[in-house]
């Protein structure tokens, strides 16, 4: 199954807001509201930071945020501070046959 | 507290098995599917595969990359998952997380994940 497309490498400044796509297909993030978005510093597991698009678990600060826009699902951090840099990663549910898919990931830099 | 902690990876011949553990708490764990996603040195995760819940006869989906080597089963008595590898190749090698969604399937998110256990194949 294909990944979903995520940029490379985003970056920004602290305090500063910025946007991660999530690009996939009608049968995947178009398909369905169940985009979720995943944060990863070195050497660690992954963390739940969106599910269902746009809602935070408990715990997540709310300058996190998610939406859709047709095959393709969008993460903002707003206020950028240094422990958000980490790699993000999107995710998918695609459906009783490919299941899920999930996106190549993004490394963000807070300059 | 949820929690998922992995056991059992280590360093392994091209060709051998290993069998890897989720040991699980903090919830009734035969109600979830239960997920085992891996990630490579350096690169992005992927899905290995999944075992249902009882509710839906706990039935077993694989990747690709996986099926017909890895067998995935559970124990929902001792909430214990196992993720059983075979004919391992060098392309295995990577960080394994035994994973639990927000909700009761895995639709939602993976809410939950394990320390990760690495697996390196390497002869």
């Known amino acids: 199954q294909s990944a979903l497309t995520q940029p490379a490498s985003v970056s920004g400044s602290p305090g500063q807001s910025i946007t991660i796509s999530c690009t996939g297909t009608?049968?995947?993030?178009?398909?369905?509201?169940?985009v979720s978005w995943y944060q990863q510093h070195p050497g660690k597991a992954p963390k739940l930071i969106i599910y269902?698009?746009?809602y935070r678990p408990s715990g997540v600060p709310d300058r996190f945020s998610g939406s859709k826009s047709g095959n393709t699902a969008s993460l903002t951090i707003s206020g950028l501070q240094a422990d958000d840099e980490a790699d993000y990663y999107c995710y998918s549910y695609a459906g009783s046959y490919t299941f899920l898919v999930f996106g190549g990931g993004t490394k963000l830099t807070v300059l | 507290e949820v929690q998922l902690v992995e056991s059992g990876g280590g360093l392994v011949q091209p060709g051998r098995s290993l069998t890897l553990s989720c040991i699980a708490s903090?919830?009734?764990?035969?109600?979830?599917?239960i997920m085992w996603v891996r990630q490579a040195p350096g690169k992005g995760l992927e899905w290995v595969g999944f075992i249902r819940n009882r509710a839906y006869g706990g039935t077993i989906e694989y990747a690709a990359s996986v099926k017909g080597r890895f067998t995935i089963s559970r124990d929902d008595s001792n909430s214990i998952a196992y993720l059983q590898m075979n004919s391992l190749k060098t392309e295995d090698t990577a960080v394994y997380y035994c994973?639990?969604?927000?909700?009761?399937?895995?639709?939602?998110?993976?809410?939950?994940w394990g320390q990760g256990t690495l697996v390196s194949v390497s002869s």
């Open positions: 269902d698009v746009s």
């Open positions: 994973t639990r969604g927000v909700n009761y399937d895995f639709w939602s998110g993976l809410h939950y």
């Open positions: 009608s049968s995947d993030v178009g398909g369905y509201n169940y």
């Open positions: 903090g919830f009734t764990f035969g109600d979830y599917v």
